[in-house]
Nanobody
Framework: QVQLLESGGGLVQAGDSLKLSCAAS????????MGWFRQAPGKEREFVAY????????YYADSVRGRFTISRDNAKNTVYLQMNSLKPEDTAVYYC???????????????????WGQGTQVTVSS
């Protein structure tokens, strides 16, 4: 089992920045990839970004590329999501996720993700 603990959500204004953290514990070696999904009210959960523990390669959804940056601290088993130039449409519950395959994230296959965090609310006011 892998446990994921998120922090860093909150209420900000459009154009502001926010940084989310996700600390992983447990059998972390079984999860090669970590990333973020988000879910807005009435919408399906959508992929945001992922990072591979080994090598650190990253990939982003088109809607956040250039504004969001995902990074990792291997020593702390922690992944971060730096969100800049936030927009009201970024408002959602953000979920940290861990899986053995980058393809699961790339395909946005939230229903195949191995492990989830509890979610953290991000609200961007206009």
């Amino acid at each position: 089992q892998v446990q994921l603990l998120e922090s860093g959500g909150g209420l900000v204004q459009a154009g502001d920045s926010l940084k989310l953290s996700c600390a992983a514990s447990g059998r972390t070696f079984s999860s090669n990839v970590m990333g973020w999904f988000r879910q807005a009210p009435g919408k399906e959960r959508e992929f945001v970004a992922y990072i591979r523990w080994s090598g650190g390669s990253t990939y982003y959804a088109d809607s956040v590329r250039g504004r969001f940056t995902i990074s990792r601290d291997n020593a702390k088993n922690t992944v971060y999501l730096q969100m800049n130039s936030l927009k009201p449409e970024d408002t959602a519950v953000y979920y940290c996720a861990a899986d053995s395959s980058w393809l699961t994230f790339y395909e946005g296959a939230w229903n195949r993700i191995d492990y989830w965090g509890q979610g953290t609310q991000v609200t961007v006011s206009s």
